[in-house]
């Protein structure tokens, strides 16, 4: 069955640093998205991407992120300089259509990066 | 504002038995929901999705109810397993939107 992959699993990093997180979308799909999770509270949206544009963002999202899909298969999230309260689970996901007009469609999601910033 | 609630933070249920897990939403314009799963260390896992066109939705040994009129979701998930033991989260998309909006999640313990 096809899945979601997300690199690395865990990655450190000190406050101020650069980071990328990869993703993996299901190959088909044509939405992607981001998540994170804080430690212990609920799952909240970044930012969804289609046709190499960003289609939806949330106030978190600012200037410090960016999403890109540099190639055919890759999704990627940077965080231009990372704060200590970007530490938190990040999930990529993937739709095959998005939640438009056309009815809602399932989001698969990657086991998740989980990063720590010090 | 629009949110998407869970009632308890925690539920545990004799293996065998039958569980019940609440959620509450006050975005009347979301029109798809959906139960994830997620186990430790992992990301959601899909279970089982409604409309609202929709009442109630059955998959295997899962169960979606849907009261649009109060707003409230349950699943109900049969004759437990220790596997299902995770936290369930509901999560709402609102028509023409494409972000979903999760809510806090309930720990669901399976005691043997």
């Known amino acids: 069955e096809p899945e979601v992959t997300q690199t690395p699993s865990h990655q450190v990093t000190q406050m101020g640093q650069e980071v990328i997180l990869r993703c993996v979308p299901i190959s088909n799909h044509l939405y992607f998205y981001w998540y994170r999770q804080i430690l212990g509270q609920k799952v909240e949206f970044l930012v969804s991407?289609?046709?190499?544009?960003?289609?939806?963002k949330s106030e978190i999202f600012d200037d410090q992120f960016s999403v890109e899909r540099p190639d055919g298969s890759n999704f990627t999230l940077k965080i231009r300089s990372t704060k200590l309260e970007d530490s938190a689970m990040y999930f990529c996901?993937?739709?095959?259509?998005?939640?438009?007009?056309?009815?809602?469609?399932?989001?698969?999601f990657g086991p998740g990066t989980r990063l720590t910033v010090l | 504002g629009e949110s998407v609630g869970l009632h308890l933070p925690t539920l545990s249920v004799q293996e065998g038995d039958n569980s019940i897990i609440n959620c509450a939403y006050s975005?009347?314009?979301?029109?798809?929901f959906i139960w994830y799963k997620q186990e430790s260390g992992k990301g959601p896992q899909f279970i089982i999705d409604i409309r609202s066109n929709m009442d109630k939705r059955q998959g295997q040994r899962v169960t979606v109810l849907l009261n649009k009129t109060v707003k409230h979701l349950s699943l109900q998930i049969a004759a437990t397993q220790p596997g299902d033991s995770a936290v369930y989260f509901c999560a709402e998309n609102e028509r023409g939107a494409q972000k979903l909006v999760f809510g806090q999640g309930t720990r669901l313990t399976i005691n043997p």
């Open positions: 996901a993937s739709s095959f259509v998005p939640g438009l007009a056309g009815g809602a469609d399932t989001q698969y």
């Open positions: 991407f289609y046709n190499n544009e960003i289609s939806e």
């Open positions: 975005n009347s314009a979301s029109d798809y």
